[in-house]
């Protein structure tokens, strides 16, 4: 009787974490994209989109800026630092204000510097974005691997442990041998591996400039956050797709939508002289004003979606044939 109630509860805990995690794919893809669309929206309406943007640029972009270095510090000291260091919500939320205010009074003069004699044109502004994202990718790739290699080294610690000592425990010592099969192997999958995904998210899915991928940067550091502090355990690969997908659906959103956009190209463009002739867009303008293609973004969502139930059954194939051999 009390065999078969314990057997229940410890289903229902399984089944309800699998939940638990199977919604979180789905989670922190879609608000990865909302929080990198937001951010979009908000540099589009109050920089790009501005008569005088030099002056938006030295108004806003400090602050972002800023807020990136805040955000990627409490990222770190979320995901990066567990074991060295482990600090509760308000010494994370106090850390990220200080460094916020830091960071606002030393980025202000050297926004202001930056853009000193630089054209009044979009192309000027990202000059403004280029160190930080050299940053915010050295601390993203800092973060992942002591998240995402974490998650690999962590079943092989527990193997090894269990097979010397012949018992199961919750916590391991993980030698150092170990964590260096983990640090080599991610840097040879990206050396043998990495250019084809990084020419894949970086450029063919949707055109990427310094300003949209900062807010894809961004929007990834911030969702892992929102997640960790929900206890939702999520992927930072599936969440900076999401937030390139979430960049480029609102860019094409935008471009077709926007009265602000229209009026600001109205006021901007030369027009023809009267009695030329339009042109009408060829069939080719008219896909690639689409602005994100929909044949990557298929093969991806259907890659999420295949690759979980196929690696659960190979896994249990592997070890079904396994005790066939005990």
């Known amino acids: 009787m009390g065999g078969g109630i314990a057997a229940v509860g410890f289903n229902a805990v399984n089944w309800f974490t ?20 937001a951010f979009l929206a908000f540099i589009k309406i109050n920089v790009i989109y501005q008569d005088d943007k030099i002056a938006a640029a030295r108004r806003w972009v400090p602050v972002l800026l800023a807020l990136m270095a805040s955000v990627f510090s409490c990222y770190l000291v979320i995901k990066g630092f567990k074991r060295v260091w482990t600090p509760d919500a308000a010494t994370v939320l106090a850390l990220g204000l200080g460094i916020f205010f830091a960071a606002l009074a030393l980025l202000r003069p050297w926004v202001r510097a930056k853009s000193e004699g630089m054209e009044n044109r979009n192309e000027s502004l990202r000059a403004l974005f280029h160190l930080p994202l050299i940053c915010s990718a050295a601390l993203l790739s800092f ?10 080294v962590g079943p092989l610690a527990a193997i090894l442990h269990s097979a010397s000592s012949g018992e199961i425990s919750g916590a391991v010592e993980v030698p150092l041998w170990v964590m260096v099969i983990g640090a080599l192997g991610i840097s040879l999958g990206l050396f043998l591996y990495g250019a084809r995904l990084i020419r894949l998210v970086g450029e063919q899915i949707t055109r990427m400039n310094p ?5 894809v940067a961004l929007s990834a550091a911030i969702t892992v956050i929102m997640a960790s502090a929900l206890g939702l355990p999520v992927s930072s690969t599936h969440i900076t797709v999401g937030a390139i997908f979430g960049v480029g659906f609102f860019r094409e959103y935008y471009t077709s939508h926007s009265k602000r956009r229209r009026l600001y190209v109205k006021t901007h463009t030369r027009h023809p002289a009267p009695g030329a002739p339009k042109e009408a867009p060829s069939t080719e303008e008219v896909r690639r004003r689409k602005l994100v293609r929909r044949s990557h973004f298929v093969v991806i969502i259907a890659a999420w979606l295949v690759t979980v139930p196929c690696a659960a059954l190979l896994a249990a194939g592997i070890y079904a044939a396994s005790t066939l051999f005990r």
Do not use: E
């Open 211 to 215: 300003m949209r991928a900062f807010c």
């Open 18 to 37: 699998m939940g638990k995690i199977a919604a979180s794919w789905v989670i922190s893809p879609l608000l990865g994209g909302l929080v990198a669309a």
């Open 143 to 152: 973060a992942h691997g002591a998240n995402d290699v974490a998650n690999a």
